[in-house]
């Protein structure tokens, strides 16, 4: 059965800061999703990492995925209250359709 | 470009009924998935549809159901509510059969009372 931890769950951070959430599996897949969900919002899509060592950025977030250590991370540089959300990483099983395993979720808060 | 399409929104029904939910996905996609979220077990997966045929089905019980119709249209069908059916039900399109970006759509927010 696939399993996928983030950590930390929660996050409260100062803007101006750098912080890391980590997203582990638990057995082999190629394919990794980065959401954001604001409150009482739906998953907007983030990334998409679709090999080991793929690395996209966007503004603040930098995401990387090593697929041999099955883990993903996301980078938040310089954060600003704009990025407070819950994020939630997904992972999709090799050749298994289009079905999603995600974790928890990791909300992150980020005070002026 | 129109995205994935809910309906209902905001749904209240009393334990025992059952409800209908349904998903129109962007047009072009053939793959439809459905999750629900709640506060105590997070996202889950419930099942996914492709052309018309279930592919995955997620570990939830046979009140549970779905289809998908041939414009790729799909709907869910919750039988006997529970009060534990209380969640947001989210809805995906994703444009080919596997491996493919899924976009959600905004959710039905289904309360049992």
């Known amino acids: 059965e696939l399993k996928v931890e983030q950590n930390p769950l929660f996050l409260s951070m100062q803007e101006g800061k750098n912080y890391t959430i980590y997203c582990n599996y638990s057995?082999?897949?190629?394919?990794l999703y980065w959401y954001r969900q604001d409150p009482g919002k739906s998953l907007e899509s983030l990334f998409v990492?679709?090999?080991?060592?793929a690395v996209k950025q966007e503004g603040r977030l930098m995401a990387s995925l090593d697929t041999k250590a099955r883990l993903s991370t996301l980078h938040i540089t310089a954060a600003v209250h704009d990025l407070s959300a819950t994020y939630f990483c997904?992972?999709?099983?090799?050749?298994?359709?289009?079905?999603?395993?995600f974790g928890g979720g990791t909300r992150l808060m980020v005070k002026p | 470009k129109a995205g994935v399409t809910q309906t209902p929104r905001y749904l209240i029904k009393t334990r025992g009924q059952q409800v209908t939910l349904s998903c129109s996905p962007i047009?072009?996609?053939?793959?439809v998935s459905w999750y629900q979220q709640t506060p105590g077990q997070g996202l889950q997966f419930l099942f996914e549809y492709f052309s018309e045929t279930q592919r995955n089905k997620g570990n939830f019980p046979g009140r549970f159901s779905g289809r998908q119709f041939s414009n790729s249209r799909s709907e869910m069908n919750v039988s006997t509510l529970e009060l534990g059916d209380s969640a947001l039900y989210l809805c995906?399109?994703?444009?080919?059969?596997?491996?493919?970006?899924?976009?959600f759509g905004q959710g039905t927010r289904l309360t049992v009372v």
């Open positions: 057995t082999t897949s190629d394919r």
């Open positions: 997904a992972v999709d099983r090799n050749n298994a359709g289009n079905m999603l395993t």
């Open positions: 995906a399109s994703s444009l080919v059969s596997w491996g493919a970006e899924a976009f």
């Open positions: 990492l679709l090999s080991n060592g």
């Open positions: 047009s072009g996609h053939r793959s």
